[in-house]
């Protein structure tokens, strides 16, 4: 298992109520699956809007099984922006 850092941003932070976690999982899937056993409720409301990076790039439209987590990683979960 890898061991990182999930980031939330905005209304995803205020979900969770924290600015960021450790993670320990081999898939942003996994990863995302321990966040919401963590924090049941609003944040997996929010989870379903955001989008991702891992280590910087976007997860776009893969599948979250199939991105893999790097040790020492960082997971930014990005719900969308308003404004201009």
């Known amino acids: 298992m890898a061991k990182g850092t999930v980031r939330y941003w905005a209304a995803a932070k205020a979900a969770a109520e924290v600015a960021?976690?450790?993670?320990?999982?081999e898939t942003l899937a996994q990863a995302l699956d321990a966040v919401r056993e963590r924090h049941p409720g609003e944040l997996s409301r929010v989870?379903?809007?955001c989008s991702?990076?891992?280590?910087?790039d976007p997860v776009g439209t893969r599948g979250h099984?199939?991105?893999r987590l790097a040790e020492g990683g960082t997971v930014e979960v990005l719900p969308p922006f308003a404004g201009g």
């Open 47 to 49: 989870l379903r809007r």
């Open 20 to 25: 960021e976690e450790p993670y320990e999982a």
């Open 52 to 56: 991702f990076l891992v280590d910087g």
């Open 65 to 67: 099984e199939t991105v």
